[in-house]
C-alpha cells in the first residue's frame, strides 16, 4: 500500500514546477556541452518525502491549517519523482528522509527506476549532507541539492558547507511565515532559546539589530521594538547567502496559501563561479516566469 505524503496546496505545485523546470535546463547543460560532460552529475533530495505528495485536508493536518487547499485529492509527483523522470537524467540520485515509512516507499520509486543510479540514506539531512559532503570529489562532481524543510530544520552549517564545496547549485525552501517570522516576537526580541535557534539558522546573531532597535521610552525604559517584516526578512536572508555563494538570485518565490499569506520562499544560490552567471540567469528566468 502506497502512503500518502501529505503537505501543501497550490503553492507546492508552483514549487514543483520550478523544480522541473530548472533541473531539465541543467541536465541539458551537462549533457550537450563538452566541458560539462566531465562531470559526474549529482541530484540530491533531502527531505525527499514518499516521491508523491497529496495536498492535505484541515481536518488531516491541524498543525498546518494555514497550508490546506480547497482541492485535498489531488496528487503530486513529488520531486524526487520528478528528477528521476528527467529526459536526461543525473548520473546519481541521494534521497534522505528520515521517516522509516517514507524510506520504504522510496525503496519502491526506486525499483520503479532500475535503470537510474540511486542511493537512499535514512537519517537527519543536516548529518547525511555534511557527511556526503567530505566523501565527494568536487573535482570531479557537480550537483544539485533541493532543501525543502517543513520548518527550520535546516542550520547554516549546512548551508556553508554547500557553499564551500564551489560544485552545488542549491534550491532552498527558506520558512518565511512557517519559522522565522513566528519566532522574531512583537513585543521585543524572542526568549533566549528562540534567540538561539535564529542565530544557528542564519549563521549569525545580526538578525537581532537588523530586526529589532534599542530605544528609551518616555518613562525611561529600555524597549526594543520589532522592525521586522516578510520583505525585511527575505531581504536579510538573500544577504546571508550572497555572502557565501558565487551569485544568490534576488527573486526568490514567494509561496503564498489561498489566503495569500507568506508561507515560504524559493531561494536559489549558485555555488561554482565560473557556473554561476549561467544558472543564475535560468533560475531568474523561471522564477519571474511563474505564476
Known sequence: MTIQHQFGGDWTRQKLDVLRKYLDAYMTIFTRNPKAQY???VYVDAFAGTGYQTLAEPSE??????????DPQAFLQGSARIALELEK???????????ADHVAELERLRAAFPDRRIR???????HVLQDWIQRTDWQRT??????DPYGMQVEWSLIKAIADTQAIDLWLLFPLGMGVNRLLTREGPPPA???????????TDAWRDRFYQ??????????????????????????????????????????????NNPLYLLCFAAGNPKGAQTALKIAQHILSHTP
Open 214 to 259: 534599542r530605544q528609551i521610552d518616555m518613562f525611561g525604559n529600555i524597549v526594543e521594538p520589532r522592525l521586522a517584516n516578510a520583505d525585511s526578512i527575505k531581504q536579510f536572508f538573500i544577504e546571508r547567502l550572497a555572502t557565501i555563494f558565487a551569485a544568490v538570485a534576488p527573486n526568490p518565490l514567494i509561496l503564498t496559501n489561498s489566503r
Open 39 to 41: 562531470f559526474h552529475t
Open 142 to 147: 557537480r550537483a544539485v541539492v533541493f532543501l
Open 193 to 203: 532559546v528562540w534567540e538561539r535557534k535564529l542565530t544557528r539558522f542564519f549563521g
Open 89 to 99: 537524467p543525473f548520473g546519481e540520485y541521494l534521497f534522505i528522509e528520515k521517516q
Open 61 to 70: 493536518a491541524p498543525l498546518f491549517k494555514e497550508l490546506s487547499e480547497p
Open 120 to 126: 537512499i540514506a535514512q537519517g537527519d539531512a543536516n
